[in-house]
């Protein structure tokens, strides 16, 4: 489901002690946003907060205000610290009840593993009027509830429930990319980005310098929902490159 005209938008909340304190390295904010990309949505916004429900609170409200879709990550699991499910409930003002399917499939997934227990249960809990989203990888769903998606921690379980939710959502037109590598310092060549990105509405020019073998370089990733733009802003750069003597690497450097 596809709207070009509108640039759809989704914020994304990381939560857990873990990562604030670099125990643990994110790895869900790059996969997501390059998700969303296909999809044709851009991750707009992320924020990352502790194991405390009023901070989760106020950052799920910010963030479902001020994007088309949020997503958080973390604290969806059986012990007493995940308490993602309680805090997003807070915030919309709802109950946390038992849904009575994901019971059913957590059932069936512990039953040749000990059994369902209190903990177990817990990932059962959704805020009222929620709907699952399916987890290939273990009996644990994921939470739906509107526009706003409750994932997993664990990066290989939340790629199966962003799987699962491949062409679920509205977006727009997904977003292509080009990138240009060459051996230049981004400074000396500042106005002719800024001046292609001026001429070519819709199109977005990164800048990421480097240092390698002893010299300084660059590549820029040229960005835009129009692949006929995309081409027209790419050959501008390239050509400008060019006039100004430098040799430049289709594909980055």
């Not at 997934?109 to 989203?133: F, Q």
Request: charged share 20%.
């Amino acid at each position: 489901m596809t709207s070009p005209e509108k640039i759809w938008t989704a914020g994304l909340v990381v939560i857990g002690d873990e990562i604030l304190s670099g125990r643990t390295h994110d790895k869900n904010i790059a996969q997501i946003a390059t998700w969303l990309q296909v999809q044709g949505i851009r991750l707009a916004e992320v924020r990352v907060v502790p194991d405390v429900e009023a901070r989760i609170v106020a950052a799920v409200n910010d963030l479902r205000s001020a994007y088309d879709y949020l997503f958080t990550t973390g604290g969806i699991g059986p012990t007493h610290d995940d308490i993602t499910v309680d805090a997003v409930a807070a915030a919309l003002g709802v109950p946390v009840v038992i849904h009575p399917e994901a019971r059913a499939l957590l059932e069936r997934y512990y039953e040749t593993r000990g059994g369902l227990n209190e903990g177990r249960l817990r990932m059962a809990r959704v805020p009222e009027g929620s709907d699952l989203i399916p987890n290939r990888m273990s009996g644990a769903p994921g939470i739906r509830r509107g526009n706003l998606f409750l994932m997993a921690g664990v990066p290989h379980i939340t790629a199966g429930m962003l799987d699962a939710l491949t062409g679920q959502l509205e977006g727009g037109a997904p977003l292509l990319s080009e990138t240009i590598g060459c051996w230049v310092a981004e400074s000396e060549i500042a106005d002719l980005l800024r001046e292609c990105e001026a001429a070519h509405e819709g199109c977005q020019i990164g800048s990421y310098p480097f240092f390698r073998e002893g010299r300084v370089g660059a590549n820029f990733v040229v960005r835009s929902t129009s692949a006929e733009a995309l081409q027209s802003c790419c050959d501008a750069l390239t050509d400008g490159l060019a006039t100004h003597g430098y040799d430049f690497t289709p594909g980055g450097i």
